[in-house]
Structures are given as structure tokens and as C-alpha cells.
């Protein structure tokens, strides 16, 4: 009895909490939709943009991983402090000069509004509003992916101050000059009819695989990664869990990524997107898997892994043009690209987690392929371009891709080989030879990110405070210059 008594007590108060504030509205004045309704859908719109936000933020720690396992024990912490610094750094450099030169206004070079932005202030013109913000932060987040692409080619051998002011550079220029030709009305706008880069396969990706390019000929290999007679020799990474964690890490980041660059929720276009770019992701790992077993007659953790990234990166640009069954096409091409060109380019260029091919070499052929795939329907309803060579038989849209990579490529490169240049000549590239086979956790970042493997255990006592007896403190000096891994 108590039980539904109490049932029926809960049962009122419930239905009284629903009809009382619909009473009190019908007293007031009849609520007109036409004058809700806008700012339902801006807030909609924000929200999305601003979950997309977070997705593609948290492919930080998907390159943090990959990085990372991909590294061998000696330099697993170095990865962390880089990812830090670097996003840190970047996000003030935003703030401060790169979204203006990115979004500032449609010159055709570049932006001239929105400096050190503010709420309010003019940004092309217009005052900056919450949804303002929520692009600026948006768009930052891919500045943060494009920088952090181009640090893999230069693992276990780089100074670690080279990071800071090369992020200040790219932020601050190099990346929003890109951004702005392909995503702010600039330059590449005017090129045929419009280039065609939905999320970036060019403006993110290959500008950071061709910056990577340019400090990787300036750095040179690893020590030990070539024989006397030039031959590559392979330095496995201390951990594939770890590579394979970043790997899902950045897929999922991905539907952010791609998904959320309809910067809104309308006519529901973000689902239509996340759903090619998992088919994009899912033919590359299979195009992947399909090379090594031919190439090497095995099945490479880091090569599938890289499949999936080529896949990703290769839609990147086609998600917001190209119909369902392109999708598995392109991702699948982009999967056999990238073994290919991993292979080919280890023979003379020492790029430990493939970046130039996963990200240079399938952001190419995702540029290229929306002159392909590029479908009637999407290519108005975006607003950009024209339908692709296999709908209308012409080379147009093909040939204004083609100019887009080349302008990229171009100016990325000259720019960053510049900058890369200057540092080496004044504050120097690369960390000494004996500091490289130690390893960067102890000899730039005074302890090894797992001390246990690299200290003996009596040296460990009383690690994370002051050593415990003269034993341990004399000793642990001495071992911090030794590694064996």
C-alpha cells in the first residue's frame, strides 16, 4: 500500500510540474516562432560546430599516441612536452595575428581584420558574436593538426626549442596564409571556379607534409637509420598498442573534423559527411593491408595503421562533395598510395611515422580526386566548382586541383625551408650526437619517461623526491647520459 501511495504521489507531482508552466505561458503573450526560431537554429549551429571543437581537439592525443609508440623508449616522454608546447604556443599565435591573416577579411592574399580577436570587434566587417568565437576556435583546432603533422618526420633527433619558434611561424603565417587562399575566399577562389577542399586535404594536411618535408632534407636521418652503403635500416617503435590507440583516437576525431566543417545542422548535410569519411577511413585500411601482404609478405602493424590515416586525410577534402560510393575508392587508393610511398621514400628520407606519404602524398590525391568525384548535386549545393571529370567528361575542375596543390606545395615549402634554414644557422636543428643516444627524455627533458627501464632499480629510491642516500644521488647523475634502448 505504502508503495502506491507513494507511486500516485509522484505520478501528481510530475504532471503538476508539466501543466503549471504551460498554464503560466497562456496568460502571457502568444509566443511568436518566426522570431524564436533564428536564434534556435544559431545556437544549434554553435553547438555543433563547438562539439566538432572537441573532437577535433582531441586528435592531440591521437598524434601524441601514434607519435609515441612509433618512438622508442628512450624518447617516449619528449612526445608529450612536444604536443604541449606546441598547441599551447600555437593557441596564442591564433589569438593574436593568424586568425585575422586566415578569415580577416576575402582579399586575395590575405586578411587584414580580427586581430588579437576580440568579442565585438570587426572581423571582416562584422562584429564578432558567440558564433564568431566558435569558429575562431574551430578553425584554430585545425591550425593545431596541420602543426602537429609536422613534427613526425623529425622524431628522436630534434631540438626541442626548434618547436616553439617554428610554431610561432606556422601559426602566425604560413598555415593561415593556406587557410585563408582555401577556406577564407582568397586565392583559391578565384582559380577556375572555385578549388574544391572541403576540410583540408590540401590546406591542413599537405601544408603540414611538405613543412616536414622541408626540415626533415635540413635535419637529416637518425643516427644508424642507413648502413655504409646507404641502405635503409628498419627502427621498430617501442609500442604498437599505443599506435594502434592514436589511430582510433584520430578516426574519431576525424567525423569532427570533416563532419563539423558544415559549420551548422542544416538539412542534417553533417551526417551525409561523417558517414563518407568512415567509408573513406575503412577502404584505406583495407587498400593498406592489401600492399604489405604483397610488398613484404607481412602484415605491418604501422602500415595498416597508416592506412586508416591515409584513408582519412585522402576524404578529408572529397567528404562534403563526393557521393557513398566514391567514398571507398578514394579512402582504398589513398591506403595503396601510402605503403607505396612510405617504402619508396625510407630508401633516401628518414620519416619514422610516414607522415609525408599519409598526409603529403594522400592530401595530393584527395585534392585531386574531388576533381574526379566530385558529384553535380554536391558541387551546387556547396557552392564551389564543378562536377568532377567522371560526370562531365572535362578536365576543368581536375586541372583547377592541380593548381591548388602546386600553390600549396610551393609556398609552404619555401616558407618553412626558409624558417627551418634560419634556426639551423643560429640556434642549430638537431641535438648533439650523444645527446641523440641517450635520448631526448633525459637529454632535453632531464628524466626518461619510463625510468624504471633506463635506471637501475637502487637508483630509484626515492624517486619524485631528493635521493635518500649519497649512493643513489652521486649515481643517478652518473647514469643520466646512458640509455640502451
Partial sequence: MRRSTAFKVAAIAVLTALIAPTAAFAQDDPINPQEILPNVISELNVTWVLLGTVLVFFMQAGFAFLEIGLSRGKNAGAGIAKILVNFSVASVVWWAVGFAIAFGGPATIAGDSGFFFQFGSSVAGEAATGETASFFVFQFMFAAVSLAIVWGSTLERIKFAVYPIFAVVFAGLIYPLIAHWGFGGGLFAEIGNGVQDFAGSSVVHLTGATAALAVVLLLGPRKGKYDANGKPRAIPGHNMPLLGLGVLILWVGWFGFNGASTLGTGDNRFAEVVAVTNLGAAAGVIGALIAIAFTTKTLDVGM????????????????????????????????????????????????????????????????????????????????????????????????TQAAAVGLT?????????????????????????????????????????????????????????????????????????????
Avoid at 315 to 331: K, M
Avoid at 354 to 370: D, E, F, N, P, R
Avoid at 438 to 450: F, K
Fill in 304 to 399: 595498416i595503421g597508416n592506412g586508416a590515416i591515409a584513408g582519412l586525410v585522402a576524404i578529408t577534402a572529397p567528404s562534403g562533395y563526393v557521393e557513398f560510393w566514391a567514398a571507398p575508392i578514394i579512402g582504398f587508393v589513398g591506403g595503396l598510395l601510402v605503403v607505396v610511398c612510405i617504402l619508396a621514400i625510407d630508401k633516401k628520407i628518414d620519416d619514422p611515422v610516414g607522415a609525408l606519404s599519409a598526409h603529403g602524398v594522400a592530401g595530393i590525391w584527395g585534392t585531386l580526386a574531388c576533381g574526379l568525384f566530385t558529384s553535380p548535386r554536391l558541387a551546387e549545393y556547396v557552392g564551389v566548382g564543378d562536377a568532377g571529370l567522371f560526370y562531365t567528361g572535362e578536365l576543368g575542375q581536375l586541372g
Fill in 409 to 485: 606545395f610551393v609556398t609552404v615549402f619555401v616558407l618553412s625551408y626558409a624558417t627551418f634554414f634560419v634556426i639551423k644557422k643560429t640556434i642549430g636543428l638537431r641535438v648533439s650526437e650523444e645527446d641523440e643516444m641517450a635520448g631526448l627524455d633525459i637529454s632535453e627533458h632531464g628524466m626518461y619517461g619510463y625510468p624504471e627501464q633506463f635506471i637501475p632499480e637502487a637508483e630509484l629510491v626515492g624517486y619524485g623526491a631528493a635521493p635518500t642516500t649519497a649512493y643513489a644521488a652521486s649515481n643517478l647523475k652518473a647514469t643520466t647520459k646512458e640509455a640502451t634502448a
